[in-house]
């Protein structure tokens, strides 16, 4: 079994919150992460897509009451909105009785519908997000098979590569059909789809909303908001450009990212690592495998941007913790990675604190222009020993 690094993060911030919600999309192993926290907690696990764990709460004050001194799991919480001011009386009469740390792990798949529904905790609850299996918890030898086939469980370790694609085709499937509807259900499931299939192919690229939006029949506004929804639902990420005025640079078009590269090559019609090299999103794809595996290696808190210039110059990602100089990051798909024109004068404009070429080998070196060579496992290691400090 992969061990998670989150787990030590949830039992951490259960040692200081009353509450934790994890969060991550279905079948990423939420549920399956909660449990392995259980064993060390007297914990009782509620599931509220069952019939049975929903008639528990029927009086979920008095219920809940009753087990005060275990750990609650509540999975799929958004089911059930009231419950959250439940839990907020709870926790404050709790407090009253000592009971300040450890009381409820909240499991759900939707980012902004629960941290909306949690807004009556605050100052109660941490956020954690759980992404799919990253570069730090494969071995070296298998990155290749995360990057074809993507972190989700079932998909990555499933026996062949045509077992990992019909997985990911039925979760394509389930999602379009079973979850989406659960928080949209006035949004047309096909044109989710076909704007599903066209962000893939805009991997990592920014998006024409007026060409998107004629494509789909719909409206540059309802296009935003079908975007924003993949957005919430954690399958799509919005990275925006650099620039010194945040208020700027949230009026600039973001670069989109498919958050899975499994999923998007299974949206292409891409089945093994054979048809992926000969196809044209194999750079994009290598890009925004990279881009995500250090997003989620690092604190939430920390800023991730682009950046591109008038004039050409550009760098991949820029992230930067808590004050200080950004880390600057270009991805190549070379064994022999060199640094481009428009990445260095694009470090002379911004002036990074480090620069680094993330490339699919495994030894460090230094280039040219005092840019270091990296590959991704040790890329996602620098920027989870420092970053993670900001």
């Not at 481009?340 to 911004?350: I, S």
Request: proline share 6%; glycine share 6%.
């Amino acid at each position: 079994m992969i061990d998670s690094i989150l787990k030590s993060k949830i039992k951490s911030s259960l040692s200081h919150y009353p509450a934790v919600a994890l969060i991550g999309p279905r079948q990423v192993g939420k549920t399956t992460l909660a449990r392995a926290v259980a064993t060390d907690f007297d914990a009782l696990h509620l599931d509220l897509e069952t019939p049975a764990d929903s008639r528990k709460l029927s009086n979920a004050f008095s219920y809940l009451q009753e087990h005060e001194q275990r750990l609650v799991i509540i999975d799929e919480i958004y089911h059930s909105p009231d419950l959250f001011k439940v839990l907020r009386a709870l926790i404050d009469g709790g407090r009253q009785r000592g009971l300040r740390s450890g009381r409820f792990l909240l499991l759900g798949s939707a980012s902004m519908e629960l941290m909306r529904q949690s807004e009556s905790l605050a100052g109660r609850i941490a956020h954690l997000e759980l992404h799919p299996f990253n570069a730090l918890e494969v071995p070296e030898t298998k990155l290749d098979k995360l990057w074809v086939r993507g972190g989700f469980p079932d998909s990555f370790l499933a026996s062949t590569d045509k077992i990992s694609y019909d997985w990911r085709k039925n979760f394509i499937a389930s999602y379009i059909s079973r979850e989406m509807p659960q928080f949209a259900p006035l949004m047309p499931r096909a044109t989710l789809l076909r704007l599903w299939i066209m962000l893939a192919h805009y991997q990592g690229q920014k998006i024409n909303p007026a060409t998107l939006a004629s494509s789909l029949s719909v409206s540059k506004p309802t296009l935003s908001r079908y975007v924003d929804f993949l957005v919430d639902l954690l399958l799509v990420k919005k990275i925006y450009p650099w620039f010194t005025n945040r208020k700027k640079s949230l009026r600039r078009s973001p670069r989109i990212y498919l958050t899975n590269s499994g999923l998007c090559h299974t949206l292409l019609d891409i089945t093994d690592k054979e048809k992926l090299l000969g196809h044209p999103v194999v750079g994009p794809s290598w890009e925004g495998f990279v881009v995500h595996n250090i997003l989620s290696s690092i604190s939430p808190h920390c800023e991730a941007h682009y950046y591109r210039s008038y004039g050409g110059a550009e760098i991949d990602l820029l992230i930067r913790g808590s004050g200080g100089k950004p880390w600057a990051i270009e991805v190549k798909r070379s064994e022999a990675p060199s640094c481009g024109r428009g990445f260095t004068q694009a470090c002379r404009d911004v002036q990074p604190e480090r620069a680094f070429l993330v490339y699919p080998g495994r030894e460090r070196f230094p280039t040219r222009y005092g840019v270091e060579a990296i590959g991704l496992r040790e890329m996602c290691r620098e920027v989870a020993n420092y970053l993670t400090k900001g």
